[in-house]
C-alpha cells in the first residue's frame, strides 16, 4: 500500500475517540467491503470533531504525526494501482 497525501483512519474496532496528528483528514468507518463513503473533515481551529457518518470523535493531538493515531491501527491507507 502507498501513502496517501491526506490521511485516512477508520474505526473498525469501535473506539469511543481516535487520537490523530492531522486537522484535515478523511473518515472512512470501518475497513473495506464495511467503510461508509470516504468524507473528508477539517477541524479548523478546533480541537475535535465527529464524523457525520460513522459518530466517530477524532481529538487533534500536536503530539502525533500528520498520518499517526492513537490506537496506532485506526491509520489507514489507500491502495495505489
Known sequence: MAASPIPHFHNTA?????RIGAREFQCV???????HPHVFLDMGNDSEIV???CSTLYVHDEALGIHDSDPADCR???EQA
Do not use: Q
Request: hydrophobic fraction near 35%.
Open 29 to 35: 468507518g470501518a475497513l473495506p467491503p464495511f467503510d
Open 76 to 78: 489507514f491507507e489507500l
Open 51 to 53: 464524523c457525520p457518518y
Open 14 to 18: 469501535g473506539h469511543t475517540r481516535i
